[in-house]
């Protein structure tokens, strides 16, 4: 599992380093921007499958290790001050626990989509120019969309097998910033809550990010390092009666780069 691992995530790196660069266009004309990158996450929380009640535990530590396939990538749309973007995320990972002295086999295929558009509602400039050319900025963007998940959870526990899917959509309301430090630095964050209980859904996503500006393949370019927060609620009852639950904290270091077109 390592080797295929350390095959998926060099693949990444040298698509991200392949691809990446920042966009340097005229503030009305069409910006794309391809963001893919790694979320070395862990799990925490707890399910309930079939009438089965489990504890998930991934932690960071063994994120590696748990992990059976990861792919990650963030799409951007600008033109003026409106924006559209969507991030999607695969992530399939097992795990084996003890209950009643007997092991328990936990298998996670998790999918999630976001959908969001935001306005740029306040642009300070800060002085001077960043080394792509564009003037340093600090901005604030309002952002409104939906989320949408997909689960599948399988069990293996004293000789019984089970397995659930499931999928929900949700709204959500947020905002994002981003500060140009300097003509290299810059700090970014987003955060959004989501569901407000409408049918048993509830969410909170955040992230914040360093990045550095630099050139690569002779184009502007942008590697991004920081730390991301997605807690998810979901509760529903099956043709059987029984209730599927998921409540769950996925969090850990991001890692990715950005191309611009």
Known sequence: MMR????????????????????????????????????????????????????????????????????????????????????????????????????????????????????????????????TGEPRRFVVEPMVGVRWTKLKADVDVLGFSTSKKADWTEPFVGVRSSLDLNDRWNLSGQADVGGFDIDDKRSVNAQAF??????LLSRPAMLRAGYRVLYQSYEMDDFTGQTFRWDVTQQGPVLGLSMGF
């Open 4 to 131: 295929r691992l350390t095959t998926v995530g060099a693949g990444a790196l040298f698509l991200l380093a392949a691809t990446a660069a920042t966009s340097s266009q005229a503030a009305d004309d069409w910006s794309v921007t391809v963001s893919p990158y790694i979320w070395a996450s862990s799990l925490d929380g707890k399910a309930e499958l079939a009438g089965l009640r489990t504890h998930i535990d991934v932690p960071f530590s063994d994120a590696m290790e748990n992990l059976d396939l990861a792919a990650l990538a963030e799409v951007e749309i600008m033109r003026g001050r409106w924006g559209l973007y969507l991030d999607g995320q695969y992530v399939k990972s097992s795990q084996e626990q003890e209950l009643l002295a007997q092991q328990l086999g936990l298998g996670i295929t998790k999918v999630n989509a976001m959908a969001g558009v935001f306005y740029r509602i306040y642009d300070s400039p800060q002085g001077g120019d960043m080394v």
């Open 210 to 215: 360093i990045g550095y500006r630099t050139h």
